[in-house]
């Protein structure tokens, strides 16, 4: 599945992100806001640091929200199969929750979000990002992964509550995204485009599952 969104919606992440990824290298400014990261007598200013760095991340999350139009149609048909087979699997109280993670899983965890941190990989710039530069994107993908799970920082990582906020400003935005990804009209057959790319829908439902077990959203 990775292959294969990388296969015919490069152009489309490309598209989505480069500009915002081109600001961030021409940045070169640290955001760090880990205080157990700082530099001796740098980044001290943590409070300068989460300016920009919500900055940052709120541009690249507006690309993103507004590219559903861009999103190639062979990837939304996916989507749209995988929602519908979520909402026929999992009980009421599960889908409520499992109709977006279960897309969200694939785009962001598994398109957007490496994309972000590995921008030369994917052709979004062309060197490797210097190692602030790579903090920032790191930072950025964090939040913008905790969003699609929508799910706010916690005990974990707790130097990036501070970024909760632009998570819980989004949420909605981020379901009617994902939601807006999988709304295709019934005129378009997903079982034929699905059948020209050979997609095993067992084995990706599958990752779906483990996807949500691990994120502890569904129980056995």
């Keep these: 599945m990775d292959v294969y969104m990388k296969l015919v919606g490069l152009s489309y992440?490309?598209?989505?992100?480069r500009e915002t990824i081109e600001k961030v290298y021409a940045q070169k400014k640290s955001c760090e806001v880990d205080?157990?990261?700082?530099?001796?007598?740098?980044?001290?200013d943590i409070k300068k640091n989460f300016i920009l760095l919500r900055s940052l991340t709120e541009n690249l999350i507006q690309c993103i929200f507004a590219s559903v139009n861009q999103c190639p149609l062979h990837m939304r048909l996916l989507f749209k199969h995988i929602q519908e087979r979520v909402k026929e699997r999992y009980a009421p109280e599960k889908i409520q929750t499992t109709r977006y993670t279960a897309i969200s899983g694939f785009i962001f965890l598994r398109f957007f979000c490496p994309a972000i941190i590995s921008p030369k990989i994917?052709?979004?710039h062309y060197q490797h990002p210097e190692p602030p530069t790579a903090r920032t994107l790191t930072l950025i993908a964090k939040t913008i992964q905790n969003l699609a799970n929508l799910v706010e920082f916690g005990s974990k990582e707790p130097y990036?509550?501070?970024?909760?906020?632009?998570?819980?400003?989004n949420i909605d935005h981020m379901k009617t995204f994902l939601d807006s990804l999988a709304n295709i009209g019934e005129g378009?057959?997903?079982?034929?485009?699905?059948?020209?790319?050979?997609?095993?829908?067992q084995r990706e439902m599958g990752a779906?599952?483990?996807?949500?077990?691990?994120?502890?959203?569904i129980h056995i």
């Excluded at 992440?13 to 992100?17: F, N, S, V, Y």
């Excluded at 378009?188 to 829908?201: A, K, P, Y």
């Excluded at 779906?208 to 959203?217: A, D, E, P, Q, T």
């Design 13 to 17: 992440l490309q598209d989505t992100l």
């Design 35 to 44: 205080p157990q990261k700082f530099l001796k007598g740098k980044d001290k």
């Design 122 to 124: 994917f052709g979004l």
């Design 160 to 169: 990036m509550k501070e970024m909760n906020s632009l998570i819980l400003e």
């Design 188 to 201: 378009v057959s997903t079982g034929v485009m699905i059948r020209e790319h050979n997609i095993d829908l």
């Design 208 to 217: 779906i599952f483990r996807y949500l077990k691990m994120l502890s959203l």
